[in-house]
């Protein structure tokens, strides 16, 4: 779980020897009157030579806590900055931004001339690099194709001028992120080509098990991890069922809540990009356009550019579009087809709402394109190992969507490890909105089996347990025969959601680590409330599965009898709902009363 946010700053933070140039670069370089939360932070860890991690969301402020580094000089530290980008779009952004502000930024690309790039190696000979250039962004190919670029950064290294190393949108740099990239995983060699060059990485989206396999792919598992809360209480989250038509849906949803506005509307192909926005241009008068990793650079770029200046108000996209994307009023993102994780989901939708006001995520669902992406991973190429993977974060989308009983923000935050009270979510999602109650069925006796189960094995992976429990992998392990099959009633599933809602009450904790083959895996242990499950002091109900068994309660009666269930349902008080089938609030049902052996917890 995240730390609270640290208001005053700590002693150390103002008293090193950099600390007032740090403070007037703040205000006369980069104009700006403060610092941001874990800002000062970071600057302070790289300034004094450590490796950091910075987890901020989109809009958060990342740049600054390299970019300010990166203009002070400490003596040791002083040279030239590197920072690895994956975009040039965005590379060329942020050049622009420093020069305005008179600092000496270049990028090294591809793109460019040999003229251009051997003029900023020149720069590299320099006694004093720095005096001629203070960042240089690059893209991952450079650092690890260009043997170029590679002699000019030994170069660099030897005579102490390679002040820092920058790995900006590191989620990826993990095959496990959303966006994995080869070259990213590849910057490992950094750290061994140029040993106590410090590294930053930064990123917006990262869940425990992904910042693991990120601090192991750079070699950077003693770095300083700045880390804050992933919530952006001003997006509105609401899942709908995909119907046919769903074009003309969004079509007259953009017209009648989002005229005249910017937005994204996601979607899964190229093709689909292309005829969604053809539609809402020529049927609906939306200035619309696609975009996909398929276009000409330049008309990706025209695209891009046209929708910042507002001259295009939506785009039609797949996931080619919008990392680094920096318009700050957009009000809606809509994702017309499934997403393929929650990280992709919570990434995707975080650029809605960049200046803090009211924007509105919908996503929408339908079981056939499930199946489709399901047929996608089979078919895909990619290892069997990875494939699980691709289709248990497939599955965390589906559960998020077919759950129509608990918070957004609590499901999605949970994710990245992160606990939130669902009051705080004050109605800004649909089931919060909705209020509605359900149908809950009660899987105590099974959470029990999967408690012992893990605790006599320590540690075990979602697939282990589950596969156990489930009955489907055979063993004679005396660890695993009690509770072999003894969940054969239920779907995976629902074995999943039970064993994340675990997790979510702390009678589970994640474990992320390193495997043999150097590769992260999301173990999970028993927590500390455990006890509490196996002593039959607490019981766990969730929405039955899909399949029809949940049951909204009409509005009517649901607002008679909230208050009461409402209070019933806290956790410790009694309520009639034994072990049958009970009706509660949108409340997570956790219940006193009941029996359960003890097993040592
Ligand atoms: P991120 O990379 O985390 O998405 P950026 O670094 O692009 O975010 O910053 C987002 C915006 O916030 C930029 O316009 C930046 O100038 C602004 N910003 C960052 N830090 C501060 C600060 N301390 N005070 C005022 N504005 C800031
Ligand atoms: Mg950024
Ligand atoms: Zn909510």
Request: aromatic content about 8%; charged content about 25%; hydrophobic content about 35%.
């Amino acid at each position: 779980m995240r730390s609270p946010p640290n208001t005053f700053a700590a002693p150390e933070l103002t008293s090193r020897p950099w600390s007032k140039d740090v403070q007037i670069a703040l205000k006369s370089t980069f104009r700006m009157s403060g610092f941001r939360q874990n800002q000062l932070e970071a600057i302070s860890a790289i300034l004094d030579g450590k490796d950091a991690f910075v987890l901020m969301p989109t809009g958060g402020g990342k740049s600054l806590c390299y970019q300010l580094p990166a203009v002070i000089n400490t003596g040791k530290t002083h040279g030239v900055t590197i920072v690895v980008c994956p975009l040039l779009s965005l590379m060329q952004d942020q050049v622009d931004h420093l020069r305005a502000l008179n600092i000496r930024a270049d990028a090294f690309n591809s793109e460019m001339s040999t003229v251009s790039r051997n003029h900023i190696l020149g720069f590299f000979e320099k006694p004093h690099p720095e005096q001629f250039i203070q960042l240089l962004y690059v893209t991952p190919e450079m650092v690890n194709k260009s043997e170029t670029f590679r002699n000019g950064l030994s170069a660099l290294f030897e005579r102490g001028k390679l002040a820092r190393i920058i790995i900006d949108e590191a989620h990826c740099v993990s095959q496990w992120g959303h966006d994995f990239r080869p070259d990213y995983k590849m910057l490992g060699e950094v750290r061994r080509q140029y040993p106590n060059v410090p590294i930053m990485a930064l990123t917006a989206t990262a869940t425990p098990n992904v910042i693991v396999d990120i601090k192991h792919n750079l070699s950077i598992d003693a770095c300083r991890v700045f880390s804050q809360s992933f919530n952006r209480p001003n997006l509105y989250y609401e899942v709908r069922q995909k119907e046919k038509g769903v074009v003309n849906s969004i079509g007259d949803l953009i017209n009648s809540r989002y005229d005249g506005q910017t937005g994204i509307v996601y979607t899964l192909s190229r093709k689909s990009a292309e005829e969604i926005a053809q539609k809402l241009r020529e049927q609906f008068g939306i200035l619309a356009h696609h975009y996909h990793a398929l276009m000409e650079s330049v008309d990706k770029a025209r695209v891009q550019r046209n929708w910042q200046q507002g001259i295009l108000k939506v785009v039609v996209a797949t996931i080619a579009f919008g990392m680094g994307i920096d318009k700050a009023d957009v009000r809606f993102v809509i994702h017309y087809y499934l997403p393929k994780s929650l990280e992709g989901y919570y990434q995707e939708t975080g650029r809605a709402g960049r200046d803090g006001q009211q924007s509105d995520c919908y996503l929408y669902f339908s079981y056939g394109d499930i199946k489709s992406l399901r047929n996608l991973i089979a078919e895909g190429d990619g290892s069997e190992e990875q494939k699980g993977r691709q289709r248990g974060m497939l599955n965390r989308v589906v559960h998020f969507c077919e759950n129509k009983r608990d918070c957004r923000r609590v499901e999605i935050l949970q994710y990245f490890g992160e606990r939130f009270d669902k009051i705080d979510c004050q109605r800004t999602c649909d089931n919060c909105k909705a209020g509605g109650r359900f149908v809950l069925r009660d899987y105590t006796k099974f959470a029990v089996a999967a408690l012992q189960l893990i605790k006599a094995n320590r540690r075990m992976t979602m697939a282990q347990c589950a596969g156990v429990l489930l009955g489907k992998k055979p063993s004679n392990n005396r660890l695993v025969r009690q509770h072999y099959g003894v969940a054969k009633e239920l779907k995976p599933t629902e074995v999943h959601m039970m064993i994340y809602k675990l997790l979510a009450e702390d009678a589970l904790d994640e474990d992320n680590r390193i495997n043999r083959v150097g590769i992260a895996i999301q173990y999970f242990t028993v927590g500390r409330e455990a006890k509490d499950f196996v002593l039959g002091k607490r019981k766990l109900q969730l929405v039955s599965s899909a399949g029809g068994e949940t049951v909204k309660v009409p509005s009517a009666m649901h607002s008679a009898n909230r208050k009461r269930n409402n209070e019933a349902s806290l956790p410790g008080q009694s309520d009639e709902g034994n072990n049958a089938e009970s009706l509660v609030s949108n409340n997570f049902a956790i219940l006193s009363g009941g029996s359960g052996g003890s097993d040592g917890f």
